[in-house]
């Protein structure tokens, strides 16, 4: 799941560009949670589908805990960026690095981190919990 999140971190940062530099780097994280949000409305407004939308509510959940790893190396930048090289061998690329020293909260990196993980955790959990209960009343539907 993590190369197809990295596809929309990606073209969030290329998509927000025009709303200025600090919107371009929020951009990629964002992009990546709106696009599974995006679809789960999709699902549940047009298609009237809410199984499909509670496996778009899974991805969020899944997307939210694959920021957690960056948002916690904010400080440290060792992490392995795609241009091959971390944060700290390229000053300015690293996105949470920005982010958090434009908010001064850098040294809270780890627990945004953990919160973030955790919150993606719970959603995970949700949306699991709401897929077998459509999957549930389908089945009784169906026996009935």
Same mark, same amino acid.
């Given at each position: 799941?993590?190369?197809?999140?990295?596809?929309?971190?990606?073209?969030?940062?290329?998509?927000?560009?025009p709303?200025g530099?600090?919107?371009?780097? +929020? &951009?990629? $994280? %964002? #992009?990546? *949670?709106?696009?599974? !949000?995006?679809?789960?409305?999709?699902?549940? =407004?047009?298609?009237?589908?809410?199984?499909?939308?509670?496996?778009?509510?899974?991805? +969020? &959940?899944? $997307? %939210? #805990?694959? *920021?957690a790893?960056? !948002?916690?190396?904010?400080m440290?930048?060792? =992490?392995?960026?795609?241009?091959?090289?971390?944060?700290?061998?390229?000053?300015?690329s690293?996105?949470?690095?920005?982010?958090?020293?434009?908010?001064?909260?850098?040294?809270?990196?780890?627990?945004?981190?953990?919160?973030?993980?955790?919150?993606?955790?719970?959603?995970?959990?949700?949306?699991?919990?709401?897929?077998?209960?459509?999957?549930?009343?389908?089945?009784?539907?169906?026996?009935?």
């Amino acid at each position: 799941m993590h190369n197809i999140n990295l596809v929309f971190h990606e073209a969030g940062h290329v998509f927000f560009k025009p709303f200025g530099r600090f919107m371009m780097i +929020l &951009g990629g $994280s %964002l #992009m990546q *949670l709106l696009v599974p !949000i995006v679809l789960m409305l999709g699902f549940i =407004l047009k298609n009237h589908d809410n199984f499909s939308a509670s496996i778009c509510l899974w991805w +969020l &959940g899944q $997307s %939210l #805990m694959d *920021l957690a790893p960056y !948002i916690d190396d904010a400080m440290d930048q060792q =992490l392995m960026l795609l241009g091959g090289k971390t944060g700290a061998d390229s000053p300015g690329s690293h996105d949470w690095n920005n982010i958090l020293i434009e908010f001064d909260v850098l040294e809270k990196c780890h627990a945004y981190a953990k919160l973030t993980d955790m919150a993606g955790t719970l959603v995970m959990l949700l949306a699991f919990a709401w897929g077998i209960i459509i999957l549930l009343k389908q089945y009784r539907q169906i026996k009935s």
